[in-house]
């Protein structure tokens, strides 16, 4: 580990050098440098790789490192960061995102606050540039809580800030690759994290900025784009999700993308084969309902070409 350092910051990119700089700029201007910056280049053909190593030979202030590798699409960027990772902690700040000036300062005094040994990281909230907060509001009592319990039980899900405990991270299964397909859900992960408490506090680290083509964008055409990949996730809901709501979109989601796949053998390589077998209808259903959005999304953007 960096004993120097407490937390890494690393940021999955794509052809995007020209939105970089301002994630840039947060950092420079932080009121804490107890960070270390790392730029996962998930094999852009733009200008990423000169401006992040023009700012490498700039920057007195913090650390940056630089990794290139083949693009895989976002999930195997996140596996390399952790795997890349000699911090206690890492967070990820998305190319079009940015931190408030003192974020990382809060990270540090939360963490340092702590005294519970079992604390795998922290959960903070998320703010759009108008200052308005991007994620639901906390309940006020709660201050610990297990991955699980914060977004299935609190339902908690949207935009919040996620700072993990490198080593936990470090111990959870890569998410696989397939040839064509370029993401899996960074639920993949989450679902497998231990029962352990991450720290709640109710206060805005990160701004998000939404882009036109980003993923939170288009999740069903997501799913039909990468059906091997969602599948996977799927079947690991099915096997780790402790909440009813979460494994039943396991199910159903796994039997939905075997249809997209024509891999009628899916009850045979589920997991769990007799849940499988009695869900297959609400499964088909699901599919239907996957089909019917997408060719109505498709339809509307030809019209709108036209």
């Known amino acids: 580990m960096a004993k120097d350092k407490l937390i890494t910051i690393y940021t999955s990119t794509y052809n995007r050098a020209t939105l970089l700089p301002r994630v840039y700029e947060s950092l420079k201007r932080q009121t804490s440098y107890n960070f270390i910056w790392q730029v996962i280049d ?4 733009d200008d990423t790789k000169i401006v992040v190593e023009k700012w490498k030979s700039e920057t007195k202030e913090f650390e940056i490192r630089y990794y290139y590798k083949e693009n895989g699409g976002i999930h195997t960027a996140r596996d390399a960061a952790y795997k890349l990772c000699d911090t206690e902690l890492i967070l990820g700040v998305d190319s079009d995102d940015w931190l408030m000036d003192d974020a990382v300062e809060k990270i ?3 963490w340092n606050e702590n005294d519970d040994k079992n604390v795998i990281g922290i959960f903070a909230k998320t703010t759009l540039e108008s200052g308005k907060i991007a994620c639901e509001s906390f309940p006020e009592s709660l ?3 297990t991955c699980q319990d914060f977004l299935y ?3 908690l899900q949207s935009d919040t800030v996620n700072v993990f405990k490198t080593d936990e991270m470090k ?7 397939f040839d064509g397909e370029n993401l899996i859900g960074e639920g993949y992960k989450m679902i497998q994290l231990p029962e352990k408490p991450f720290l709640v506090r109710d206060i805005p680290i990160v701004v998000v900025e939404y882009q036109e083509n980003g993923y939170s964008m288009g999740a069903h055409e997501a799913v039909f784009r990468n059906p091997k990949g969602f599948r996977e996730d799927y ?11 979460p494994k039943m979109r396991g199910y159903l989601g796994y039997i939905s993308c075997s249809f997209i796949l024509h891999d009628y ?6 997991p769990k084969k007799i849940m499988t077998v009695l869900l297959t209808p609400l499964g088909v259903l699901s599919y239907l309902y996957l089909l019917s959005r997408t060719h109505k999304k498709t339809k509307a953007a030809r019209i709108s070409e036209k």
């Open 235 to 245: 079947k690991m809901h099915m096997v780790k999700a402790r909440y009813f709501k």
């Open 171 to 177: 111990k959870l299964v890569d998410a696989p690759k």
């Open 143 to 145: 201050k610990k809580a």
């Open 265 to 270: 053998k899916y009850i045979k390589k589920s």
């Open 42 to 45: 998930d094999g852009s053909t």
């Open 153 to 155: 039980k609190y339902k």
């Open 108 to 110: 540090e005094n939360i």
